[in-house]
């Protein structure tokens, strides 16, 4: 059975910013199954029980089964990592951008809608997939680089540190994102 592909935007995101248009025009033209969920954002919408519920029905539909590779940003990597966890969903390979846990002090807005992913077992998401890279940034805006850098060691090696990448958002120029592709 040929992989197919999850790529999931963060906080305040949707699945038409930063490099996910770009990452999901390239996969199809692999002809490969990709899709892009288009989770509620806001405060008092976006929350792990109502990214829970869209993400249900794509395990219902058997979408996100052990051929499924996630990429996910910023919020959305520990949001992935609790709901396979809770869920004991197996993946194929995880691909995670400027991921993180259990920080706070952004702003309030995000700090509202970023607190209840959270969660303590982050290392137990080993359990569910053996492929897990983390790309990160060494000047994020939004998150301190000691607390992407934590995310990732506790749950992967295989880490890339992009020098001066920001939050590796369109905003930091992250519109199109090469290093990406060999993931595919």
């Known amino acids: 059975m040929k992989n197919n592909y999850l790529l999931v935007h963060g906080s305040f995101g949707s699945p038409f910013s930063n490099w996910i248009p770009y ?3 390239e996969i199809e033209n ?3 199954e990709v899709y892009t969920p288009d989770f509620p954002t806001g405060v008092g919408y976006q929350n792990y029980e109502n990214w829970s519920k869209l993400l249900k029905n794509y395990v219902e539909a058997n979408i996100i089964n052990e051929n499924t590779v996630i990429f996910a940003h ?3 990597p520990i949001f992935i990592c609790r709901f396979l966890v809770e869920n004991k969903i197996k993946v194929k390979k995880l691909v995670f951008v400027c ?3 259990n920080y706070l002090g952004i702003d309030k807005d995000y700090d509202a809608v970023n607190e209840s992913m959270y ?3 982050l290392a137990d998401v080993k359990n569910y997939c053996d492929d897990i ?3 990160y940034s060494d000047n994020d805006p939004y ?5 992407e850098k934590e995310f990732a060691d506790i749950i992967t090696e295989n880490q890339i540190m992009i020098s001066g990448g920001g939050h590796l958002n369109s905003e930091s120029g992250y519109t199109e994102f090469t290093e990406l592709l060999k993931y595919v």
């Open 99 to 101: 991921g993180f846990n």
């Open 143 to 147: 998150v301190k680089y000691e607390a």
């Open 119 to 121: 969660f303590d077992n």
């Open 74 to 76: 910023s919020i959305a």
């Open 133 to 135: 890279v983390c790309f």
């Open 23 to 25: 990452l999901r025009k």
């Open 30 to 32: 692999k002809d490969l």
